[in-house]
């Protein structure tokens, strides 16, 4: 009678901190968990908007007939569009998805370029008026001297290349390659653990 009245005083305070205590790691391990994107996720997130925003301007391009580009740097991109009445490369304004963006601090670009054997020549001829007008420009207007490395021209082509996101701020490391082939859709690989 006596171990049957001990049973229904019912928990002890250290069962009820155990408990607590179980709970609490349940709860910082879903919070850990679903709080933010974990790194692959935020890596396949740029890559998206990367080739979201490249097909927008390649579409835009073609309808406006327009020549469009991309500054790539090892940090960011910004859209760029040609002005044919002025002769240079002017930063796309609006929407503003595609002024400069910059990626998360763990994360970097690599562009790899191929050939351009079927560039137009009045946009090649252009394009090297404009880079050798920029040399001898003594200007810290940065703004000014702007280039893009990939070219969305007014025909629906782009300029090949391989565009490789990066996150290599911990292990594993994290890689993702959008390539382009001459024209749209870009092609996406799977998130990898070696550089391609």
Known sequence: MHASRRSEAGFTLLEIMLVMALLAVVVAVVLVNYSGDSRDDKLKQEAYRFQQ????????????????????????????VYLPDKDLWQPVETPASLAWH????????????EGLPWQQDSLLGALNAQR????????????????????????????P??????????????????????SIPLLRTELLDRAP
Do not use: N
């Open 161 to 182: 290349f391989e565009l490789l996101f990066q996150d290599e701020s911990q292990r594993p490391f994290w890689y993702l390659q959008l390539r382009g082939e001459f």
């Open 53 to 80: 925003l490249f097909h927008y301007a390649a579409e835009t391009a073609l309808m406006r007939q327009q020549e469009w580009g991309v500054l790539v740097k090892p940090d960011g991109y910004k859209f760029l």
């Open 102 to 113: 910059q990626l998360p601090e763990q994360q970097q670009l690599q562009l790899e370029l």
């Open 132 to 159: 050798e007008r920029l040399e001898h420009l003594q200007t810290d207007d940065e703004e000014e001297a702007v280039l893009p490395h990939i070219f969305i021209l007014s025909s629906g082509e782009i300029t």
